[in-house]
């Protein structure tokens, strides 16, 4: 395995590449490097199996240095070296390969060392797996409710973050795919309680861990995040892969007019949508692209429900209705037009439940009254019903 040192300090330097070169068998040291610049220049060139790359150098943030060295070798481990700082310590034991503290001992490098001989020897692809080239394949990503993402070949998987920052930070910039978002613009919605440096330290750490993820499930080959120079920002590229909230929308778009012959198209339009963008996550910043795509599935189901009550499909006009009301409790339409169906079909409990469903979440919520016209409506409503019961005594 080639490696690749890089430390401020000359002596730690020298100890490392003597312990390495002497007594470890397996490792190759290709150079070291005091400057991290340089070795960010060198790094693409040399192109190491593994990096020892201290993390307290005055030049440059060791973990930015790892953020980096990410990005020009993506299939290359990184090992932390460190000599007090244990906030980079508990950061990095969650996504590097390992850590190791100064003053390096053999026993605790040599298990370092069979660490990296089982990562690598798992991610070397066997002699039978490999295949002619084939036309690139198209990942598949679903944000309806939550971020699923299929290799072709495989079943749908949801990514499971270390943390919440991660993942959130991960959603973020696959709204903004293929478009550089600048530092100073994740800093201000990610780390506002941190000052500038903390803040970028915290971006560098969350961003290495987002990289280590999309490896360690297969997706680095689909999903790359990339910067261009270090005052700009990051961008999340995808390439080869298939949204299907804008395959949902491209389809709802050519859907054209609804007729009896093209009903089902609608109806699957509707099962495709299977929750709001990003739903589970309530993230504020996707609220705009929620409520866009949300709008867009109630057109959808308004005309199916009109189309359903015209030729006096009623229960399926019910279901709909119902499945408006749960993704828009609050429009008034969804529960009148209910309380019609379920007059029309004898469901007198009905109608009831919907207008004190109606009242109650008007009181409570919006501390507001009943539209006048509904109430009107209702209380007619009412009357009926009684001179009905009358009538049959």
């Known amino acids: 395995m080639r490696a690749m040192l890089v430390d401020d300090e000359q002596m730690p330097l020298l100890h490392l590449k003597k312990m390495l070169e002497c007594d470890m068998d397996e490792i190759d040291v290709i150079e070291t490097f005091t400057d991290p610049s340089k070795a960010l220049e060198r790094a693409k060139a040399l ?99 939550r971020i699923e993402l299929q290799i072709p070949g495989t079943k749908p998987q949801s990514i499971k973050w270390r943390t919440a920052k991660a993942r959130e930070l991960f959603a973020y910039l696959l709204h903004h795919r293929n478009r550089m978002v600048a530092h100073d613009t994740l800093l201000e919605r990610f780390w506002t309680d941190c000052d500038a440096a903390k803040g970028m330290t915290q971006l560098y750490t969350t961003i290495y861990l987002i990289r280590q993820t999309l490896k360690r499930c297969g997706l680095a080959s689909f999903l790359s995040i990339n910067r261009e120079n270090l005052e700009t920002g990051y961008k999340l590229s995808v390439d080869a892969a298939r949204f299907e909230t804008e395959e949902w929308e491209h389809s709802v778009k050519q859907a054209g007019t609804l007729r009896s012959g093209n009903r089902h198209v609608f109806e699957q339009l509707l099962e495709r949508y299977t929750g709001d963008y990003y739903g589970d996550y309530e993230y504020i910043w996707a609220e705009h692209e929620r409520e866009r795509l949300r709008r867009l599935w109630l057109q959808l189901a308004q005309q199916l429900g009109r189309f359903y009550r015209e030729h006096r499909m009623l229960q399926e006009a019910i279901g709909i209705q119902l499945r408006i009301q749960q993704l828009h409790p609050f429009d008034e339409e969804s529960y009148m037009t209910l309380m019609k169906l379920y007059d029309a079909t004898g469901n007198r409990a009905a109608v009831d439940e919907q207008y004190s469903l109606l009242a109650s979440r008007w009181q409570s919520e919006l501390d507001s009254a009943v539209n006048e016209e509904i109430k009107k409506w209702y209380a007619q409503w009412k009357l009926a019903q009684g001179a009905v019961h009358e009538e049959r005594e």
């Open 47 to 145: 192109q190491p199996d593994v990096v020892f790359l201290d993390i307290n150098m005055p030049q440059m943030n060791g973990l930015e240095v790892g953020e980096r060295l990410q990005a020009v070798l993506p299939a290359a481990e990184i090992v932390f070296v460190t000599g007090y700082d244990k906030y980079a310590v508990d950061a990095f034991d969650l996504c590097a390969l390992d850590y190791v503290m100064k003053p390096v001992q053999l026993t605790r490098l040599q298990k370092t060392i069979q660490r990296l001989k089982e990562r690598i020897k798992g991610t070397q692809p066997k002699p039978a797996e490999i295949k002619p080239a084939e036309p690139e394949p198209l990942l598949r990503i679903n944000c309806f409710t």
